[in-house]
């Protein structure tokens, strides 16, 4: 079981972007489809994006297509999620997870096994 490390983080203004990293040592990262969630003060965690190992599918939450893109590099063991057109409402610890290779999103939390420590992310003026 791979555990995955997110990164990327920080304070932005509205309207900026960001990209979070999310990688794990091992090749097997590559064999799992990788959910990103996130979670604000008082709110329950909420599935944001996934992509899929076997296909490359993506899938987004409504609140964020058009402004979030999910990518893979298996060369670097490394998901990104780039985030554009930030808005105040998208405060929240980001976590990136994975799921055992039997399953594939978009599924709930609940699926998936592994999880980082999460990375803050900040939208303010």
């Known amino acids: 079981q791979v555990q995955p490390v997110e990164s990327g983080g920080g304070l932005v203004q509205p309207g900026k972007s960001l990209r979070l990293s999310c990688t794990a040592s091992g090749s097997t990262f590559n064999l799992y489809d990788i959910g990103w969630f996130r979670q604000a003060p008082g709110k329950e965690r909420e599935g944001v994006s996934c992509?899929?190992?076997?296909?490359?599918?993506?899938y987004y939450a409504n609140f964020v297509k058009g402004r979030f893109t999910i990518s893979r590099d298996f060369a670097k063991n490394t998901v990104y999620l780039q985030m554009d057109s930030l808005k105040p409402e998208d405060t929240a610890v980001y976590y990136c997870?994975?799921?055992?290779?039997?399953?594939?999103?978009?599924?709930?939390?609940?699926?998936?096994?592994?999880w980082g420590q999460g990375t803050q992310v900040t939208v303010s003026s």
């Open positions: 992509i899929r190992a076997n296909d490359d599918n993506t």
């Open positions: 997870a994975t799921v055992d290779p039997i399953f594939h999103c978009p599924l709930g939390p609940n699926f998936f096994s592994s």
